[in-house]
Nanobody, 117 residues
């Protein structure tokens, strides 16, 4: 199993940047897919971006060209660089390891991102 701890959230003005980190409690070298999700107030949780162990990335359309997901297997850490932030990016951001590595779905506790207009 793995424990995930997010950090890096905060309050930022529209157009600003934040870098989220997700520290894993064990080596992520063998974990194929990791991702970031977010949940805005009153809305369902949505997938923001994923990255495979080979470095392949996918993004939801609304963040393409603004967000970059990356991973550092040496530091056991997943990142999400968020640029040109918009008020609609506001929400709680969660790190995730989906079923596939094991049968379980792993989540961090989330980190709040608030973008003011």
């Amino acid at each position: 199993q793995v424990q995930l701890v997010e950090s890096g959230g905060g309050l930022v003005q529209a157009g600003g940047s934040l870098r989220l980190s997700c520290a894993a409690s064990r080596s992520i070298f063998s974990i194929n897919t990791m991702g970031w999700h977010r949940q805005a107030p009153g809305k369902q949780r949505e997938l923001v971006a994923t990255i495979t162990s080979g470095g392949s990335t996918k993004y939801t359309d609304s963040v393409k060209g603004r967000f970059t997901i990356s991973r550092d297997n040496q530091k056991n850490t997943l990142y999400l660089q968020m640029n040109s932030l918009r008020p609609e990016d506001t929400g709680v951001y969660y790190c995730n390891v989906p079923p596939g590595w094991t049968s379980r779905d792993y989540w961090g506790q989330g980190t709040q991102v608030t973008v003011s207009s």
